[in-house]
T-cell receptor
Framework: AQTVTQSQPEMSVQEAETVTLSCTYDTSESDYYLFWYKQPPSRQMILVIRQEAYKQQNATENRFSVNFQKAAKSFSLKISDSQLGDAAMYFCAYRDNTGTASKLTFGTGTRLQVTL | DTAVSQTPKYLVTQMGNDKSIKCEQNLGHDTMYWYKQDSKKFLKIMFSYNNKELIINETVPNRFSPKSPDKAHLNLHINSLELGDSAVYFC???????????????FGPGTRLTVL
């Protein structure tokens, strides 16, 4: 079974600084997707960024980028120029790229605080 | 305009009662899911349905019974509620079961269930 591990329960970053959230996963599959979701206090789950395992190039979305190391099964999220609105729980998630295995497997989350 | 909606947003009830949570999506998706987020914020898949057919049942107690009257709706009925059922329940939908970059899951706002 696939597992996702986030080893940082809490992180803190100053406004305008850069922070990296860690995620490792375990799978025997070669074709899959990895995601970072943001959950602000409103509890809405918001997709931040996605990475396809067969793509070597790291995904980027504005201030958000990932460092995907397939051999090491590592998928970290870098947030540049942090803003107060980035404060939230961040979840790393995995999904097989097979027909009936479309469920998301989540890590335990990292709570990000952004300070002035 | 809401893509995935859930009712109610908050539900407070006594142990032993039966309650239902409703979910509707207006995205024209074929696949819908229920996830449970416990008090430690851990998110786990419970069920998935594809075009009204049960696809995933992740060893959830049979007190939980999903019902899909049509592919736009996936309701969750819970019998004989227990204290441990207190959690936030998220509904989600995706285009279908297939993999692929466009098949992301869209989440509803969540229902916070409190069992007293």
């Amino acid at each position: 079974a696939q597992t996702v591990t986030q080893s940082q329960p809490e992180m803190s970053v100053q406004e305008a600084e850069t922070v990296t959230l860690s995620c490792t996963y375990d799978t025997s599959e070669s074709d899959y997707y990895l995601f970072w979701y943001k959950q602000p206090p409103s509890r809405q789950m918001i997709l931040v960024i996605r990475q396809e395992a067969y793509k070597q190039q790291n995904a980027t979305e504005n201030r958000f980028s990932v460092n995907f190391q397939k051999a090491a099964k590592s998928f970290s999220l870098k947030i540049s120029d942090s803003q107060l609105g980035d404060a939230a729980m961040y979840f790393c998630a995995y999904r097989d790229n097979t027909g009936t295995a479309s469920k998301l497997t989540f890590g335990t989350g990292t709570r990000l605080q952004v300070t002035l | 305009d809401t893509a995935v909606s859930q009712t109610p947003k908050y539900l407070v009830t006594q142990m032993g009662n039966d309650k239902s949570i409703k979910c509707e999506q207006n995205l024209g998706h074929d696949t819908m899911y229920w996830y449970k987020q416990d008090s430690k914020k851990f998110l786990k898949i419970m069920f998935s349905y594809n075009n009204k057919e049960l696809i995933i049942n992740e060893t959830v107690p049979n007190r939980f019974s999903p019902k899909s009257p049509d592919k736009a709706h996936l309701n969750l009925h819970i019998n004989s509620l227990e204290l441990g059922d207190s959690a936030v329940y998220f509904c989600a939908s995706s285009q279908d079961l297939a993999g692929g970059p466009g098949n992301e899951q869209f989440f509803g706002p969540g229902t916070r269930l409190t069992v007293l």
